[in-house]
């Protein structure tokens, strides 16, 4: 499973308890980091690489501004 779909998971199974934020690093060759956050204080960090996911994806997903 990659990290886009866990970042999914993560945004749907917080869906009731608030606001899920998320922060996405400006990618730099090796990949970029993607943290998000919920309401509840639960929160989820990866480092993914180029090839894992793609930015545009995520950043779209989590609908954020870059750093
Ligand atoms: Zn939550």
Redesign the pocket.
Known sequence: MGVYSEIQQFIE??K???Q?TGHVQTPTPEGYSVSVS?????EMSRWVTPEAARYDLIFSTLLCSPN
């Open positions: 199974s917080h009731t308890c608030g899920v919920c309401a509840c204080g639960e």
